[in-house]
Structure formats: C-alpha cells, structure tokens
C-alpha cells in the first residue's frame, strides 16, 4: 500500500548556556532516531551568541539584592527574535515559546499531546537564580514544569519535554499510525504512556520463569490470550487504583472494569479494621 501517513514534524530550538549538555541526548534512543527520521529537528542555540558586549555577558545581580545572579532579558529576546526569522514556516505566527521552570503548568500526557501538535517550538532554559520575569511574561508564550522539584537549570526539563512529544509523532515508535491513536493491535499499557486509556501499566515479565525464588505469574504461561488480556487489564486497574487513584477519574473504563474496582474496594473495605 502506498504511505498514506500524514508528514508531521516538530523543530525545536533550544535556548540555553550549555550547549553541549544536549549532545548526549541527541547521539542516542529516540531523540537521534527522530532527528535522523526526519520527525525530530533539534537545533541547539548558545544564548552567549546573543550577546552584544565583549565578555559575553548573559546574567546580571537581582534588582532589591539577594543571592546569585539572574539571566538577563536582552539576549534571550534576541534569541526567540533571531530564531523567529529562520528555520520551517518562518511566515506562521505566534511561534510558540516555552520557558522551562517550577512555576509553569505540570507537565503530563495531555499536555506533550497538545505540544505534538505544533511544527515549531522554542525551549528557553533558565540557569543561576531565576529568570527574569520579563522574559516569563513579554516573551515566553507557555511556561511548563516537569514536576514540583528545583533543578539546577531547564536543560534536562527541556530534554524531557522532547522526548515526551517527540515519541507521539507518527513514525517514531516504529507504527506508523501516531501512538496517541487506539489501535485494536495494541497490546495494554503502551497506546499513550499511562497505559492503555489512561491507566498505569501491567507488570511485566521475561525470561527465567523462576528467579531467586520468584515466579512468573502462571496465567502468562499460560498461552491463554484472553485470559492474559484480562489479566493485564485487572493488573494495570488494581495498580492505578492502590497508587494513583487519582489518574481512575480520567480513565476511560468498561462495565467489567468498573465491577472489578467495585471488588477492589469491597476488599479493601473488609480487610480494612476502620471500616
Ligand atoms: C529556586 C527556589 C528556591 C526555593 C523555592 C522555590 C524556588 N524556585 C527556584 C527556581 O525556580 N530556581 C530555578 C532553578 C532558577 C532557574 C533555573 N532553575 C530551574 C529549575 N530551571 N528550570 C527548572 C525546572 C524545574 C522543573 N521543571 C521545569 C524546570
């Protein structure tokens, strides 16, 4: 059959004063594979050429004092603007710009879905103290964080927002369908990356069937394909609801499903002295 997949590509542009951190990052797994598929471009830009004066200046000391320094606007500004005017679809405006930093919203599945949408993106990563809030509020169009933790800077955060939008592009994980589409063919656990519809994944097993004393659960011996269908999806079900029972809201659930978590709860209810 002829190749019907839809050309679906991102370029990002890097923003950061470390450079050379992403080379790692972009010589292997699934950011090198994208890049050389052509799903991925990943252009890193040194913030130091944006600078105008001699040493290359891009930090200054915080306005009311305080420790550390803080980046200054100018050459971020000069980034985003000088990127702006080159790469793919230099004429489609706003092009989007995304500061990496614990005050942005927390990034999830929803979310590197929505960003898997856009042809470009621009990934500004913070260092020393702060950023200054010029930049969050004239510059950048989407502030996003990776989790409610403090890193020394936005490189990695930014590595990680690539490789979460990169593997939804049609292409990437080898189907040529995108990930995010449910596939009948799909085994649970690996359409979306919160398990199947939403939920945390199964266990999962390979060879020896015994090791050190543990086992491999019978069913998946089994060769029963129903039964080891089922199985996963109980498994993946039980584990969303005693780690993440806040993630059961969203899922997307069946009549048996429900049953089941009506039976987890049961015997959490009986075995539980409280209740
Ligand atoms: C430091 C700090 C100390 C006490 C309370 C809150 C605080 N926030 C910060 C902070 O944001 N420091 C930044 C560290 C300064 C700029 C570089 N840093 C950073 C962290 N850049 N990006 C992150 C980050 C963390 C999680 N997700 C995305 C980005």
């Known amino acids: 059959m002829m190749d019907l997949r839809p050309i679906r590509d991102v370029t990002f542009d890097v923003i950061t004063i470390f450079p050379e951190f992403f080379a790692s990052i972009l010589d292997y797994g699934l950011l090198k594979r994208a890049s ?3 799903q991925a471009s990943i252009r890193i830009h040194d913030l130091r050429d944006f600078t105008e004066d001699r040493h ?13 320094m803080v980046l200054k606007p100018e050459p971020l500004f000069r980034a985003v603007e000088a990127i702006g005017k080159t790469g793919p679809g230099v004429l489609e405006r706003p092009l989007p710009v995304i500061l990496l930093s614990p005050q942005g919203r927390l990034l999830n599945q929803r979310i590197a879905e929505e960003l898997a949408g856009e042809s470009r993106l621009v990934l500004i990563c913070g260092r020393y103290e702060g950023v200054d809030e010029r930049v969050a509020t004239g510059l950048a169009t989407d502030e996003i964080s990776i989790g409610d933790y403090v890193l020394a800077g936005g490189e ?17 994980l080898g189907n040529e369908e995108s990930p995010r589409q449910d596939s009948f063919s799909e085994p649970a656990g690996k359409d979306d990356g919160l398990g199947a519809r939403g939920l945390l994944d199964c266990p999962h097993y390979t060879r020896p069937p015994e090791f050190r004393g543990m086992s491999v659960p019978e069913v998946l011996l089994s060769g029963d394909h129903g039964a080891i269908r089922r199985w996963r999806r109980r498994q993946a079900i039980a584990r969303t609801w005693q780690r993440r029972r806040d993630l059961l809201q969203q899922a997307t659930l069946d009549a048996e499903d429900v049953k089941f978590i009506d039976e987890l709860r049961r015997a959490s209810a009986t075995s539980n002295t409280e209740d």
């Open 36 to 38: 050389a598929g052509g």
């Open 56 to 68: 290359r200046t891009v930090d200054d000391r915080p306005f009311g004092g305080g420790p550390g």
């Open 156 to 172: 990695l955060a930014a590595a990680v927002v690539m490789e979460a939008v990169t593997r939804l592009l049609p292409g990437v």
